[in-house]
Structure formats: C-alpha cells, structure tokens
C-alpha cells in the first residue's frame, strides 16, 4: 500500500501521515522508510529525526500496543530519541481525532471489523454505521485525505454496508486502486480482505484498477507485488451502475457483452421454493416424517416424472 501511494507529490511539508488502530505501527515504519527516501540527502540525523516526528502520528486504544509501536519506530530511526506522537485512545470516542484527520494528508489503516456493541453504541453515539470497519472509513472520508490506504473487509467492494463509502470514494479520488486478497492472508483470522489505495483529486481521467489475488499465488504477491490477475475498469462501468459497485471480475467483458440478451427473469416469474426454517441434519427425522404425512412425496414425483403442476 505505502509503495503504492505517490507520496512525492505532495509538498515535503505536507506528508502527514496518521495510522488509526496503528497496533505495532506497521504502516508508519513504512512511510518513515518511503518519507526517509524523498528527504534531501544533506539532512542531517537531527533535522531527519524531528521531520519524522512531526510527519508521523498514530492512535491506539492498547497502552502495550502503543509503546511496542514507539520502540518499533525508535528502532527504525535508530539511534535517535523518542518523541514519537503515538496517542493512547479510542478512535471512535477520542476528542482529538478531528485534529489529527484535519492535519493528515495520508491515512493509512487496517481497522477492526467486527460490529460494536450495544453498549460501546450508548457510550459513543452517534455512529454512523453499527460496524467498526464501515464506520472508521466513513469518519476518514469526512475530512477527504488527499491519500487513502485501507485494509478492509471484502464488502467494500459490493457490500451494502460500504454503499455510501464507495460513492463517496468515487467522487473524490482520481486514481483507486483494489486489490482482493484470499482467506490466508492474517495468522489468527480467515476474513477475506480488499486493500484499497486512492489518491488523486478526482478529474474526468479516473482510473479503476481491479486485482485479485489466488491463494497460490500470495507468496508471490507479497514478494514482488504481482497479483493473479490486473484489470483496468472502463470509466463508465462505475459510473453508469446505479450502486457504485467495485466488483469487476476476470469475466465481466462477457457479461457486458451478453447484456443486451434477454433474462430469465425477462420470460418468468422466480419465486423462492418451500422451504424449512431448521437445520436439515439435527433434524433428518421430522423432514422424513412430515414428508410422508403430507404425502408431498408423492407430489414431487409426479412433477419430475409427469411433469404436472403440483398444488
């Protein structure tokens, strides 16, 4: 995400960058090595140090996580002192994220994805969305951050929940890009996840690159950054779809292709069959019993065998 992002267009004092929920601050030791590579190469160790400090920020609700992320990035710098601004808070109730997402040009973030709870809704309400994933992006989008680095779950790309996110990323950014990742990405958790990085003030030239990853072929993405497969989106799939949906599949120039063809839904009505509201397995004997009361059995055959309509 960080070597994807053109952090040189941006003037040398505007790279802020804050990590949300920066953990062990991944993201931050990778902008310092991409901030550290752009700096002029008469700086010395002192001044390079305090730039860092002042470009760098990030926030964290674990007091362990914070100072494991101070002493990553003291080490990265290494030998400098600290003075890291990593902040011990919740992003979603903090009194100073207004501050840090106004002075951030870059977002980096990988957030937690699991819904809030009744009780954290009461104690930091309103909230926009009842999950924390759709609700950190929608509160980043607010400020329009001239970058955007996000691990996200896969409903960003057709989810219902990401709806109003992605409209809004589509309207603000020039250049998106999402690469689709498989389920073994993380080491204690199979939720299958999407990076997004967006940057660019949007013109009529938008560009939307859709990537997938293959379980195979992971190893190889994460060393040289190849996906299995890369597709360019035509402007005006986007645009011309009423729910703003990313997903665009190695097939889609065939379905878009076969659009002008008839549906089956064109020709008949598609209902949703009988169907039973109880797990089939723990409960193979009532379905049996029940079956043969109603004498349903003999229905069905008569549909496959007679083909006659059953009532």
Not at 95 to 100: A, G, Q, T, V
Not at 143 to 154: A, D, E, I, T
Request: overall charge positive; charged content about 25%; proline content about 6%.
């Amino acid at each position: 995400i960080v070597q994807n992002l053109p952090f040189k267009e941006l003037a040398r004092d505007e790279r802020y960058v804050f990590e949300p929920f920066c953990g062990h601050a991944p993201f931050l030791t990778a902008a310092l090595g991409r901030l550290r590579a752009l700096l002029p190469l008469d700086t010395n160790a002192k001044q390079r140090h305090e730039y860092f400090v002042r470009m760098l920020s990030g926030m964290e609700l674990d007091s362990f996580a914070c100072e494991v992320a101070r002493n990553r990035l003291i080490l990265t710098d290494y030998p400098n002192p600290n003075g890291w601004r990593i902040v011990n808070d919740n992003f979603f109730s903090s009194h100073s994220l207004k501050n840090y997402l106004a002075e951030a040009q870059i977002i980096l973030c990988n957030p937690p994805y699991e819904d809030f709870t009744p009780e954290n809704r009461r104690t930091i309400s309103p909230v926009y969305s009842v999950n924390k994933a759709v609700e950190a992006l929608h509160r980043v989008l607010q400020r329009s951050p001239k970058m955007l680095g996000f691990v996200l779950p896969r409903g960003l790309i057709d989810g219902q929940g990401f709806r109003e996110a992605r409209q809004k990323i589509i309207s603000l950014y020039d250049n998106i890009s999402l690469i689709e990742l498989p389920d073994n990405v993380f080491n204690y958790s199979e939720a299958k996840t999407v990076l997004l990085i967006a940057h660019g003030r949007r013109t009529h030239g938008q560009v939307l690159r859709y990537a997938f990853v293959e379980k195979k072929d992971y190893e190889r993405f994460l060393y040289i950054g190849e996906a299995t497969s890369n597709v360019v989106v035509p402007p005006e799939y986007v645009q011309n779809k009423k729910d703003a949906s990313f997903r665009y599949g190695t097939l889609q120039r065939v379905w878009d292709s076969l659009r002008h063809l008839p549906r089956l839904g064109d020709k008949t009505k598609i209902h949703r069959g009988i169907e039973y509201n109880i797990p089939f397995e723990e409960n193979k004997s009532i379905f049996v019993s029940d079956v043969q009361r109603s004498g349903f059995a003999k229905g069905l055959w008569r549909v496959t065998d007679d083909f006659e309509p059953y009532t």
